[in-house]
Nanobody, 121 residues
Framework: QVQMAQSGGGLVQAGGSLRLSCAAS????????MGWYRQAPGKQRELVAT???????NYADSVKGRFTISRDNAKNTVYLQMNSLKPEDTAVYYC???????????????WGQGTQVTVSS
C-alpha cells in the first residue's frame, strides 16, 4: 500500500504566495517522476510541473518563472512553491508520484487527494 498526503493550499490575494507539499509513504521501493497537476472548474486537468528522481524539471508555460517544484528524495516528498499568484491559478491541485512498490516490478502512478488553491483579485 502506498499513500499520498498533501498539505498546503488555501486562499490568497493576487500576487501572494503559497507552498504545497506532498509526501508518499508506505511500501515503496523507488519513486521515479513526481509532479503537480491542477484542475479548474469546468476545465480539464492540466500539468503544472514535473521533476525526475535526478532533478530534471518541466513546467507548464503558464507557470514558468512563478512556480518552483522541488523534491526531497530522502523524505519521498515533492513541493510546489507558488509565487506571484494570479486568479487564473485558482484550481484544485493534485500531486503525483510514479512509484515502484516493494516486491513488485511495475511502476504505478499514485495521486494525492487534491487541495484547493483560490486566488482572489
Amino acid at each position: 500500500q502506498v499513500q499520498m498526503a498533501q498539505s498546503g493550499g488555501g486562499l490568497v490575494q493576487a500576487g501572494g504566495s503559497l507552498r504545497l507539499s506532498c509526501a508518499a509513504s508506505g511500501s515503496i521501493s523507488s519513486i521515479n517522476d513526481m509532479g503537480w497537476y491542477r484542475q479548474a472548474p469546468g476545465k480539464q486537468r492540466e500539468l503544472v510541473a514535473t521533476i525526475t528522481s535526478g532533478g530534471s524539471i518541466n513546467y507548464a508555460d503558464s507557470v514558468k518563472g512563478r512556480f518552483t517544484i522541488s523534491r526531497d528524495n530522502a523524505k519521498n516528498t515533492v513541493y510546489l512553491q507558488m509565487n506571484s499568484l494570479k486568479p487564473e491559478d485558482t484550481a484544485v491541485y493534485y500531486c503525483t508520484a510514479d512509484v515502484r512498490p516493494r516486491f513488485q516490478f511495475a511502476v504505478r502512478t499514485y495521486w494525492g487527494q487534491g487541495t484547493q488553491v483560490t486566488v482572489s483579485s
